[in-house]
């Protein structure tokens, strides 16, 4: 096995796979990525059984072959040095030596018959939508996620579509019992593989994140348990929980609460000032509401006390809410507009946060008993 290629595109390849590959596991190949060449192309791929990443590169290939390396060592070693082409040679004990202008690595790699099998793509049906709209519905939705190994149903986001022969919907849901996010984007196709919804898990979804280009299309299916995006040069597999996702439209509050009307930056800023003096035993904010103002208060006795005053378009009765002041600035931060609407629930039913156009975006946030 030898070849030769460009040490920024071989460094973004390997970039790739680190937030895949395992780094504590028992099993030591988990540890490194497959490079694979043939046809001019090296490919590189990682896997941790539920994840997999398969990338393709163009190189110049004076030999075929394969070997598995330390996706980590690979990419300390080759981010280190200088040059614009790294020149890779196998010699017959799996050691490989990598070498750029005057520096020469020498590294040993595992056989690639260890290494598990990745399953083909061939089979999938896939479905298009910009890269854009992906990112959108992580980026609204991904922070409500559950962090509680108990409830693996809830360590994800729930992805489902509907259509009504005009109008393509996909829909991105996250909870952790505290909260809940939805997400909508319009698409020009409609994907019927996903009608009654699949449940991403958090690792997994991150990695969508992070191979998708706002500035390009992607490609997404369903095969044998498997959610599958295809870019232009890498395809990525991650493996569905298998669990009933909780009915979340039950959730959102059939009447509605108390309307204020917000401006984003202005309550935004004010909650991050309340954050200030919240700690990790007590991080919440007692927001009250009276004619013409709104009120913010964080008193923590072990950092001190936080309070601020904003002007408001509201008429309604004298009323005080807590809330988890992190879960607010989480809801408020992902809108893209000036103005927002919150829907405060009265005595402890839910609170509603939405833009104040549109419907693409809401997340419900139960309040704190004060």
Known sequence: MEFKINRNTFLDGIQKTLGIVEKKTTTPILNNVLLKTEHNKLNIIATDREISLISDYDADIAEKGEI????????????????????????????????????????????????????DSQNVVFFNIPGSAIKELINKTAFAMAFDESRKNLNGVLLETSSDGTNHVWR?????????????????????????GVIIPRKGLMEVKKITDIHENVSVGIHKNMFVVKTENTILKVNLVDAEYPDYKRVIPAEKGVGVTLDKESFLH???????????????????FTAGKMTLNSTNLDVGEATEEIDIQYAGEDMDVGFNVNYVIDAVSVINMESIVMEVGVGLKPTLIKPAEGDNYLCIVMPLKI
């Open 270 to 288: 004010a909650l991050r000032r309340m954050n200030v003096v919240s700690s990790e035993r007590y991080s919440g904010v007692i927001i009250s």
């Open 172 to 196: 991105m849901v996250a909870t952790d019992g505290h909260r809940l996010a939805v997400a909508k984007v319009n698409t020009a196709e409609p994907c019927p593989e996903m009608t009654k």
């Open 68 to 119: 598995t390396l330390s996706a980590k060592k690979l990419y300390e070693m080759v981010r280190e040095i200088q040059g614009e082409t790294v020149h890779f040679s196998k010699s017959a004990n799996n050691i490989v030596k990598v070498t750029c202008q005057r520096a020469v690595y020498k590294i040993p790699g595992l056989p690639a018959d260890d290494f598990p099998s990745v399953a």
